[in-house]
């Protein structure tokens, strides 16, 4: 009984994260709704604004690393935004939010959970990304390693992370378009996919980043202002907010403290490691480290991200109970007064609450804001995938070092665009299939690959390219491994009888993870070829350029 | 990078300080948040109890409400100590071993 009991506890858990981070596949039952005219009005006026930031900034992309790095001159504070807004996907903001309508308090729970890798990002990989990389965090490793085994094995890492996160998203995408919208899903994942397309092969990473940064803005101003309209009705008052919360709330007072969802210690410190080690490890923000111009800029945008994405989680929790207060209580929203159903499916009450605090042309803002979010990221995307195509692959270990930047740069758009439509056509034929797993996945392949390979480059002198060519791959295949036998994807998707999983773990980083940094370090401390002495021999050159930025890649000017 | 640099900066007793100084701090500061973050998610495993408690008598809000805030603010507050001594202590230092070496 009681196991039965925990087992719900944690599907609960494992379907409520899958969807608050990421797009979230899973956006539980959608109807499609009336087309809405202002919301499309709004977006268009985006779309139009985002088209005139990539023709900008085309005029200034020529060369690979303008491309790959917009030539490296973001600020801090640029890229801080634009990181916050890599964070900040649709249905972290629909999501969490419903999760706090609907459990109250555990929403914080994962909220904290989603913030806290950042500190350790800054603590531990920031600048030394920034003083050793170039375009790509393959780049950091093979510094001392050697390049075709290492760059091949990171660049499966960074393509597999991509590619799960971007289907996760390309499916959110189409649901909730429909949803907000009203359109068909496969004109909006079509719609999506042309779109990042655009973006990306002309405008690279400096209107990727510019994209990013103006969603954020607006995501962070319409956040602020509902959040503002809450506390305004209750005389800026938390006292009176949540005591009217619990008076209407079905669960009461529950809904102030931790309820069910945490109940396993160690299956929560494994979903913990996931989230904070697999930031450490997504090809897409580590990207983002190569587009400021020195240590002391990197530094800063992980602190004005932090904050950011801090202020943006507090918010959602005001919003949350917001929506607890004005929306659950208005029949204009629900679907079902007697079960309290929303209209459009669980992940509304933001959208509601928009409705109930701004009217028709607030939720049409709203509106217009979720789907900017959801192109913003997929481009973030893309270009990390295309990147890890053509710099790692296609430059480096198909052409040895010796491809010219015209042709690596060509590559690059054909890849971009190769991706685009590959994302489009995964997006369509998974429409039907619950992906909410596939979110975790990838963090899950990123902490477990890619972050134990690119810190212990960083710090561990006695690494060899045997050690990190065998451990990368242990960690991803045991990361992809566990996962398929673990309960979400042999009894959920695949459908096997309940209880017939392999290994009862839905969060099996604890495990994958330590096995690639054992791996890892088992196979370099007992290499003894030439190589190994070469790679051990180099360790000190590059801690040099490491700690001290000494001969670090610098800002082009434009 | 040329090996006469290696060495010039290597036997650098700045750069000897600069390691030190940034990797027992780097450590530390993970270790605080891991401890605080983890910490928080065994009070929500462990002792649900202590987070119910009201943070006044007479007030609605419970402990768990502004602990749960204290740890995000937390994790923007150990980035900002890090940002502020990498600026000050470590960067005057890579400023002198780099003006010695070039």
């Known amino acids: ?558 | 990078m040329q090996p006469d640099m290696v060495s010039k900066v290597k036997n650098h007793p700045k750069y000897r300080e600069l390691i030190a100084k940034r990797t027992v701090f780097s450590w530390i500061l993970t270790l605080i948040m891991c401890s605080i973050y983890y910490g928080f998610i065994l009070l929500v495993a462990f002792d649900k109890e202590f987070l119910k408690t009201p943070i006044a008598s007479g007030s609605i809000i419970t402990i768990g409400i502004p602990l749960g805030v204290v740890v995000i603010l937390s994790a923007f507050l150990l980035t900002g100590i890090y940002t502020w001594r990498a600026n000050g202590t470590f960067d005057d230092l890579t400023r002198e071993i780099k003006k010695d070496v070039q």
Request: aromatic share 12%; glycine share 12%; proline share 2%.
């Open chain 1, 1 to 558: 009984m009681r196991n039965i009991t925990l087992f719900g506890l944690i599907s609960a858990l494992l379907l409520s994260v899958s969807t608050v981070f990421g797009a979230g596949g899973d956006l539980g039952q959608v109807q499609k709704q009336g087309v809405n005219l202002s919301a499309i009005l709004m977006f268009l006026v985006f779309v139009g604004g985002t088209l005139g930031i990539t023709y900008w900034a085309a005029k200034r992309t020529k060369t690979a690393k303008d491309f790959y790095t917009a030539g490296g001159g973001i600020t801090g504070f640029q890229n801080g935004l634009a990181i916050a807004g890599d964070f900040m996907s649709a249905a972290s903001f629909l999501g969490f939010s419903a999760m706090v309508y609907n459990k109250g308090y555990d929403g914080l729970i994962f909220s904290i959970s989603g913030l806290v890798g950042w500190p350790i990002v800054m603590f531990l990989m920031a600048e030394q990304l920034r003083n050793l990389g170039k375009y790509t965090f393959a780049d950091v490793v093979t510094y001392r390693l050697e390049p075709t085994p290492i760059r091949s094995m990171a660049a499966c890492g960074s393509l597999v992370t991509v590619l799960l996160y971007l289907i996760a998203q390309m499916v959110g995408a189409g649901q909730l378009i429909q949803l907000l919208f009203g359109l068909e899903y496969w004109i909006a994942v079509v719609l999506v996919g042309v779109l990042m397309i655009l973006y990306v092969t002309f405008g690279g990473m400096l209107a990727t980043t510019w994209v990013q940064i103006t969603k954020a803005v607006l995501l962070l101003s319409g956040a602020t202002f509902m959040a503002f309209m809450v506390m305004y009705k209750y005389g800026f008052s938390f006292e009176a907010l949540f005591t009217q919360a619990t008076v209407v709330h079905k669960d009461k007072l529950a809904i102030l403290a931790p309820g069910g969802l945490v109940s396993d210690p160690l299956s929560t410190i494994s979903m913990g490691l996931g989230w904070m080690f697999g930031t450490a490890g997504l090809p897409h923000i580590l990207m983002r480290f190569f587009t400021v111009s020195d240590a002391k800029e990197a530094r800063k945008s992980v602190l004005y991200a932090t904050g950011f994405i801090g202020y943006f989680y507090l918010l959602i929790f005001v919003i949350g109970f917001g929506a607890i207060v004005m929306v659950s209580t208005n029949p204009e929203y629900l679907a079902d007064a007697a079960k309290g159903t929303l209209k459009g499916g669980g992940n509304m009450p933001a959208v509601h609450l928009a409705h109930a605090v701004g009217g028709d042309i607030f939720l049409g803002f709203i509106s217009a804001v979720a789907f900017a979010t959801i192109l913003a990221v997929v481009s973030g995307l893309t270009l990390a995938g295309a990147t890890s195509v053509s710099h790692d692959l296609y430059a480096n270990v198909f052409r040895r070092g010796r491809a010219n930047e015209a042709d690596e740069m060509k590559v690059s758009k054909y890849a971009t665009f190769a991706l685009g439509i590959l994302a489009i056509i995964l997006g369509i034929q998974f429409e039907k299939q619950n992906v909410g797993f596939m979110v975790f996945l990838a963090f899950n392949v990123a902490a477990s690959a890619n972050f134990p390979v690119l810190l212990l480059s960083v710090y561990w002198s006695k690494l060899t390219t045997r050690g990190a060519f065998i451990g990368g791959f242990v960690g991803l295949i045991s990361a992809v491994a566990l996962m398929i036998i673990g309960p979400t994807i042999w009894e959920e998707t695949l459908g096997f009888p309940k209880g017939s999983a392999l290994i009862q773990y839905k969060y099996p980083t604890i495990f994958s993870m330590t096995l690639g940094f054992v791996a890892i370090w088992f196979f370099s401390i007992t290499d003894k070829s030439a190589r190994a002495q070469v790679d051990k021999d180099a360790f000190e050159a590059q801690n040099i350029r490491c700690q001290t930025g000494i001969g670090a890649e610098g800002a082009v000017s434009h």
